[in-house]
């Protein structure tokens, strides 16, 4: 059996197949898992708490985890720790979701591949290796054209109330927002990222408003100048995203690569099932 999981800031996708008759058991969904944020008993409790999931885990001879913030040894080696006390059987590989994305949208082919989802992030893949011309700086320095970084923006936007009038209003009927309130669940709380991602979806109910999406326009510009345009190979190879914010936003993502004389390459909202299949073609790689 094979699970394959996907895990941003805000939630893991998992898909479990059985390798011999390349049939899909199950997906499942649960919190994002990262080492940046998670702790040992807050992911096996979520992993408990998953029926399914609880069910099979015992049967599973091969787990790949891609994850947010799975960016060196020592964080691959805290999650794979902890998963090793639940899929107790399981040869587990534990990466950066940056190769889970580069891998579901390049497969063996160069490019740069990108996340546009709760958090964002760039690498240009050799169809081998990564290579990272910018650093990801996380929600408070970066995360450029990400959901947070949108919802950062509508925040501080309404706040100082720079809102149009029309949006201004939407968004105090739709939400229960004040300084306070921002402040604790942005410094003193858990999880500010999937907070502020939330608010994203302000975002998409007004895609169509002028503001609006001149706000999104310049989010994916801002983006695409800092972690795309540096690299040198951004010239002739395409540049392909992953997440949701990609997907829900793909017309104005599209202008904005256009704009910058860029390669538009592949959009997927989930690199789940392009990983999936990459792994049953590819059965030494398990």
Known sequence: MLLIADSGATKTNWIL???????????????????????????????RNNQALAAYAHIIDNLYFFGAGCSSEERCAKMRNIFTKFFTRANILVDHDMLGAAIALCHNNPGIACILGTGSNSVFYDGKNLYEETPALDFIL????????????????????????????????????????????????????????????????????????????????????????????SSYAPVHFAGSVAHYFDEILQSAVTDKQLIMGRIIQKPIYELLNYYLKNKSAL
């Open 17 to 47: 197949a059985n390798t011999d008759t390349q049939n899909i058991v199950g997906e499942y969904e649960t919190i994002g898992f990262s080492p940046l944020f998670c702790t040992e008993e807050q992911v096996l409790e979520a992993l």
């Open 142 to 233: 970066g995360d450029e054209g990400s959901g947070t970084h949108l919802g950062k923006m509508i925040v501080r936007l309404y706040l100082y109330k720079r809102l149009p009038a029309d949006l201004h209003a939407d968004f105090a009927a739709t939400y229960e927002v004040n300084k306070e309130i921002v402040l604790q669940k942005v410094y003193k709380e858990m999880n500010p990222k999937r907070y502020l991602a939330s608010f994203a979806r302000f975002a998409g109910k007004h895609e169509q408003h002028p503001f609006m999406r001149k706000l999104v326009y310049d989010c994916f510009a801002e983006f695409l100048t800092y972690h795309v345009c540096i690299y040198p190979q």
